[in-house]
């Protein structure tokens, strides 16, 4: 069973930027894509970065150029670089993993929960 394990959450101020951390008990090229999503109180799980094996990403509008999804095979890790926070980033982040042949992600780590105030 794999299992991923976010990391770096927080408290920050508006402006400021946080690295969330993902690591997986297995190797991160044995899944198609690795991702980040998160969800606000009240809201529905909404997708924001996302890294395929071979290195393409893809990012959600609202995060665009903010964000930096990026991985270190070695550690098994998978990252999440956040600047220029706002106060509606506010939210519990989750990572995520799709197995080869899938179309939805199919592992989820327990959340890390991210708060963007002053």
């Known amino acids: 069973q794999v299992q991923l394990v976010e990391s770096g959450g927080g408290l920050v101020q508006p402006g400021g930027s946080l690295r969330l951390s993902c690591a997986a008990s297995?190797?991160?090229?044995?899944?198609?894509?690795m991702g980040w999503y998160r969800q606000a109180p009240g809201d529905q799980r909404e997708f924001i970065a996302t890294m395929a094996t071979g290195g393409s990403t893809n990012y959600a509008d609202s995060v665009k150029g903010r964000f930096t999804i990026s991985r270190d095979s070695a550690k098994n890790t998978v990252y999440l670089q956040m600047n220029s926070l706002k106060p509606e980033d506010t939210a519990v982040y989750y990572c995520a993993a799709r197995r080869y042949g899938l179309e939805r992600y199919d592992y989820w780590g327990q959340g890390t929960q991210v708060t963007v105030s002053s």
């Open positions: 297995g190797s991160i090229f044995s899944f198609s894509a």
